[in-house]
């Protein structure tokens, strides 16, 4: 048998072979569209021959990872995919899926980090990871907080649609420090700005001298389920401070996303 740095040439064309394979099927999942693709449009895609795509969708169509349109021609993820899918959803703790991010996003701020879920109009916090300085966030796990006033609140109303915000509205937007936002007009403008920017601040709108940025973070379907944030004293979370801490926010609630099956 005929080895290369050690490897058999039959496991290194098997193993060439499968990332082949997964090569069709993240195409087909994520670069082909809601349509499919076609055969040529595969190979052009994926730089293969016909024929190694065709070996190659073979199987991937007996086990229904992949199908073919009948009546297009055209080929597309299949049915064995969503199951896989909801398996793997099935199986996930949030908490455990995003808290190894929260630590690092604390390594990286020196601030506390928190993952919070939406109860709207409020918001409830399920993790934190606390910072290292001595002066600390107190928020407690189970904690339930306005979703109008707060970092998390704002990024998870921002994507929650119209009906969502309008409630949250309805349900009062009272002034808690000198800075909350207590106009529909404000808040509406400010939940804008986030969809534009991509994070929330909470500029000391929920506590005296406590200032936050937050991100969603965006399920398989595209829902804002959870968001995570980092909080500290205004004094040390400026708002200088601000646009170089909502890019690492941002990137957290990126990764947690990418594991729930969402996009980054």
């Given amino acids: 048998m005929t080895e290369v740095e050690g490897k058999p040439a039959t496991a290194r064309n098997n193993s060439a072979?499968?990332?082949?394979?997964?090569?069709?099927?993240?195409?087909?999942?994520?670069?082909?569209?809601?349509?499919?693709?076609?055969?040529?449009?595969?190979t052009s895609a994926l730089s293969m021959n016909k024929s190694t795509v065709l070996r190659l969708l073979a199987p991937l169509c007996e086990v229904r990872l992949v199908e073919q349109d009948a009546r297009t021609g055209r080929y597309r993820l299949g049915s064995r995919t969503a199951q896989l899918g909801?398996?793997?959803?099935?199986?996930?703790?949030?908490?455990?899926?995003?808290?190894?991010v929260?630590?690092?996003?604390?390594?990286?701020?020196g601030e506390t980090s928190y993952l919070v879920i939406p109860d709207l109009p409020e918001v409830v916090y399920v993790d934190k990871v606390d910072s290292p300085r001595s002066v600390r966030m107190h928020s407690p796990i189970?904690?339930?907080?306005?979703?109008?006033?707060?970092?998390v609140g704002k990024a998870l109303l921002a994507h929650a649609g119209t009906e969502a915000v309008n409630a949250a509205i309805a349900h009062g937007i009272p002034r808690r420090t000198p800075r909350t936002l207590t106009t529909p007009e404000a808040l509406r403008a400010d939940l804008a700005a986030i969809r534009s920017r991509g994070y929330a601040v909470d500029d000391v709108e929920n506590e005296p001298d406590i200032r936050c940025v937050a991100a969603p973070v965006f399920d398989h379907a595209g829902a804002a389920v959870c968001a995570v944030s980092v909080s500290g004293p205004a004094a040390?979370?400026?708002?200088?401070?601000?646009p170089a801490l909502g890019p690492l926010v941002s990137a957290a609630a990126a990764e947690?996303?990418?594991?729930?099956?969402?996009?980054r």
Avoid: K, M
């Fill in 17 to 42: 072979s499968l990332r082949r394979a997964l090569a069709i099927l993240l195409h087909l999942g994520e670069g082909a569209g809601a349509g499919g693709a076609t055969l040529t449009e595969l």
């Fill in 86 to 100: 909801h398996v793997y959803l099935d199986h996930l703790d949030l908490r455990d899926t995003a808290h190894d």
């Fill in 102 to 109: 929260l630590e690092q996003l604390t390594s990286d701020t």
């Fill in 142 to 151: 189970g904690s339930r907080r306005p979703a109008y006033c707060t970092g």
């Fill in 236 to 242: 040390r979370v400026t708002a200088e401070r601000v």
């Fill in 256 to 263: 947690i996303s990418l594991r729930l099956g969402g996009a």
